[in-house]
């Protein structure tokens, strides 16, 4: 075989597998957001007469890639970007529901107390950030923390696309989708 055409053979192989591998990788999105919104449209949508403290989805927003599911409403005005925002947060690897075993991170003490997480480094402290270019947040995060109101308390669901990437984060498998629970303490703009 001529050196040409092993080069084009190799370079011909490569392509293929880039394009399976980017084809799975979209298949595999696709999955996870048919399993977010499994989810959403498997929460109630009214207050139980029964529990009337059980959460339910208010409204469902979606925006950049992300789905909030507010449980309870806020009061205020919306973050914008540019805007102040301070919450408690707990992070869940999501593959269809929510379990205390899929729990990546938490900053509240309420969810760490109820779901037994024990870590000897967490400070529990309100985190406040600025909602804008350089705000630390994965997209998913990011877009879903636009428009939330002081008092929310909220799902931020988005698949691995808008999450962590390709690679593993910590105790996060590299393209999972997740879920953070939010609770908001406040919105200034």
């Known amino acids: 075989m001529h050196r040409t055409v092993r080069i084009s053979l190799?370079?011909?192989?490569?392509?293929i597998s880039a394009a399976c591998s980017k084809q799975s990788l979209k298949n595999a999105w696709s999955t996870q957001e048919d399993r977010i919104d499994s989810f959403i449209q498997s929460l109630p949508t009214e207050a139980d007469p029964a529990d009337p403290d059980a959460p339910y989805a208010h409204e469902i927003v979606y925006n950049g890639g992300s789905s909030r599911v507010v449980l309870t409403e806020g009061t205020g005005e919306a973050l914008r970007r540019g805007g102040t925002v301070s919450f408690y947060y707990t992070g869940y690897v999501f593959q269809g529901s929510i379990s205390p075993g899929n729990i990546f991170a938490t900053n509240d003490p309420q969810a760490a107390g109820e779901n037994g997480w024990n870590t000897?480094?967490?400070?529990?402290?309100?985190?406040?950030?600025?909602?804008?270019?350089?705000?630390g947040l994965v997209a998913g995060l990011h877009y879903g923390l636009e428009g939330?109101?002081?008092?929310?308390?909220?799902?931020?669901?988005?698949?691995?696309?808008?999450?962590?990437?390709?690679?593993?984060?910590?105790?996060?498998?590299?393209?999972?989708?997740?879920?953070?629970?939010?609770?908001?303490?406040?919105?200034?703009?």
Request: hydrophobic residues 40%; proline residues 3%; charged residues 15%.
């Open 10 to 15: 190799v370079l011909l192989i490569a392509a």
């Open 148 to 189: 939330v109101k002081s008092g929310e308390i909220c799902y931020i669901l988005f698949s691995g696309q808008y999450g962590f990437g390709k690679r593993p984060f910590g105790t996060i498998p590299g393209n999972s989708a997740l879920l953070y629970h939010i609770r908001v303490t406040n919105v200034s703009n």
């Open 120 to 135: 000897t480094d967490a400070s529990y402290e309100v985190k406040t950030l600025t909602l804008g270019e350089n705000d």
